[in-house]
T-cell receptor
Framework: GAGVSQSPRYKVTKRGQDVALRCDPISGHVSLYWYRQALGQGPEFLTYFNYEAQQDKSGLPNDRFSAERPEGSISTLTIQRTEQRDSAMYRC???????????FGPGTRLTVL | GESVGLHLPTLSVQEGDNSIINCAYSNSASDYFIWYKQESGKGPQFIIDIRSNMDKRQGQRVTVLLNKTVKHLSLQIAATQPGDSAVYFCAEGGVTGYSTLTFGKGTMLLVSP
């Protein structure tokens, strides 16, 4: 049984470029979450989906950040016009339904130069 | 691999000791609580959860205690092993209308053989 997967695992980009981070949740999981984790800190909520519907995007820092899950499975987090402050570990998690154990992926380490 | 242990409160124990990791949560309306273990370079891994209608829940070698009066959560690990060395995060969630998790500050557990 595969867990949550994320790609790429590492992404280095130049300031001003757009990046797309992909999350493949556990098959059949209804809910999918995006977090950002700074070194030494707990994951910080960004947004989440139930099926293809974005339920809450209150954690997205600004309008350069967006996420989609068009078919209720794979999700993409897009950051436009990246800035150095966007450098972080971006983690995805999925769960069978709301308010339940979330299974985390290995994360994508984003570095903006 | 990345280190998530920088500048974190640290608990150092000897192998075989019992460990207690404490967490203060912020929202009195939260009704779901969860503990995660995070090893260096990996995503958070579920340990145990508890709902607000309970004050204690036991798993294998772990017990979570919830004190809603003082908004305090603790994780007890019995017979701590070197493999338990990691950063531990508590998280709260389940506030009506939301199913996101808010993570607390982590605690690094170091187990000496």
């Amino acid at each position: 049984g595969a867990g949550v997967s994320q790609s790429p695992r590492y992404k280095v980009t130049k300031r001003g470029q757009d990046v797309a981070l992909r999350c493949d949740p556990i098959s059949g999981h209804v809910s999918l979450y995006w977090y950002r984790q700074a070194l030494g800190q707990g994951p910080e909520f960004l947004t989440y989906f139930n099926y293809e519907a974005q339920q809450d995007k209150s954690g997205l820092p600004n309008d350069r950040f967006s996420a989609e899950r068009p078919e209720g499975s794979i999700s993409t987090l897009t950051i436009q016009r990246t800035e150095q402050r966007d450098s972080a570990m971006y983690r995805c998690a999925s769960s069978p339904r709301d308010i339940n154990e979330q299974f985390f992926g290995p994360g994508t380490r984003l570095t903006v130069l | 691999g990345e280190s998530v242990g920088l500048h974190l409160p640290t608990l150092s124990v000897q192998e075989g000791d019992n460990s207690i990791i404490n967490c203060a949560y912020s929202n009195s309306a939260s009704d779901y609580f969860i503990w995660y273990k995070q090893e260096s370079g990996k995503g958070p891994q579920f340990i145990i959860d508890i709902r607000s209608n309970m004050d204690k829940r036991q798993g294998q070698r772990v017990t979570v205690l919830l004190n809603k009066t003082v908004k305090h959560l603790s994780l007890q690990i019995a017979a701590t092993q070197p493999g338990d060395s990691a950063v531990y995060f508590c998280a709260e969630g389940g506030v009506t209308g939301y199913s996101t998790l808010t993570f607390g500050k982590g605690t690094m557990l170091l187990v000496s053989p």
